[in-house]
């Protein structure tokens, strides 16, 4: 990190320029990356903490509740924040779900703590 400030300082560039707005993995789906730590970001975690699941190469997002306004809110978010679309899960006699995968989004909850 020390290195890549060096070098923005050389390029007499500011961070808001480097960073990109959008970034995608092999399959060339382009996600949304929130530039800063804001409220709506903020809730999100909050609804997801704890819930990031890993099968095989793959990685899911889901939040799980009763509260349909909660998992509409969910949907809303990981749409405005990433420009995904999540789905919703309705089983019976199981808790509903919101579901979506990326590896990208899993990144950057996990960093974020």
Do not use: C
Not at 25 to 52: C, M, N, S, W
Request: hydrophobic share 40%.
């Amino acid at each position: 990190m020390k290195h890549l400030k060096k070098l923005v300082e050389l390029a007499e560039a500011s961070w808001k320029e480097i960073i990109p707005s959008e970034v995608s993995l092999q399959r060339g789906t382009k996600i949304k990356l929130p530039h800063k730590l804001d409220e709506k970001l903020a809730y999100f975690i909050g609804l997801v903490a704890g819930d990031v699941s890993k099968a095989g190469r793959g990685v899911s997002i889901i939040f799980s509740t009763r509260n349909r306004h909660m998992r509409h809110r969910f949907i809303e978010l990981t749409k405005e924040l990433f420009g995904i679309e999540a789905v919703e899960h309705l089983q019976e006699e199981k808790v509903p779900a919101v579901r979506f995968h990326s590896k990208i989004v899993a990144h950057l909850l996990e960093k974020l703590g």
